[in-house]
């Protein structure tokens, strides 16, 4: 454990000082400060989150497959009839084929989303709560481009209110 105590030290909200020097840190702060690095981050969280909330709801959903593809030519099983193995083995696919789908959407989502409130703040060079409305905007627009104009604006709309609403509730001052 490297616990560096010379001039120029920072505390971090661990309690753990460091050298803002060190060139790992550079290295790792100039990577978070980059629209590339936070559009990947955010990717990559979104697309583990989405794993694990898809995997939660596939497990509570009431539409699972009640009969097994069957070779072709032949005639679905019902999972009812099949040992006990071959069930979790059919739940397990499903399971696994919802939550990699979900992991999908949420890592686009969140890619696009970060990019372009990275993008519009860079542009503004401005942090404030348009960024996050616009990005929203754009975003819920984007993802509901093939359902024709009346979608694009009502994804447009939709996301733009939520994101104003995670922005507002994330810069209240924190009660400590």
Not at 69 to 87: D, F, H, T, V, Y
Not at 151 to 163: H, K, T
Request: proline content about 6%; glycine content about 16%.
């Amino acid at each position: 454990m490297n616990n560096f105590t010379g001039i120029g030290g920072t505390t971090s909200p661990s309690g753990r000082t460091y050298d803002p020097n060190d060139p790992n840190i550079k290295a790792m702060n100039a990577m978070m400060e980059s629209c590339f690095g936070k559009s990947a981050i955010s990717g990559v969280m979104g697309f583990g989150m989405g794993g694990l909330f898809g995997m939660f709801m596939a497990s509570m959903a009431y539409d699972t497959p009640f009969h097994t593809p069957g070779a072709p030519g032949s005639a679905p099983k019902p999972i009812a009839e099949l040992p006990m193995r071959e069930q979790l083995k059919v739940g397990f696919k499903d399971m696994g084929t919802r939550s990699y789908s979900t992991a999908k959407n949420f890592g686009k989502v969140g890619l696009m989303f970060s990019g372009i409130e990275c993008g519009i703040e860079g542009f503004r060079a401005k942090n404030d709560l348009a960024n996050g409305v616009a990005a929203g905007c754009l975003t819920g627009g984007i993802l509901a481009k093939s359902g024709g104009p009346t979608a694009v604006v009502g994804g447009c709309a939709a996301f733009a209110a939520f994101s104003a609403a995670i922005d507002v509730w994330l810069r209240q001052p924190k009660d400590e």
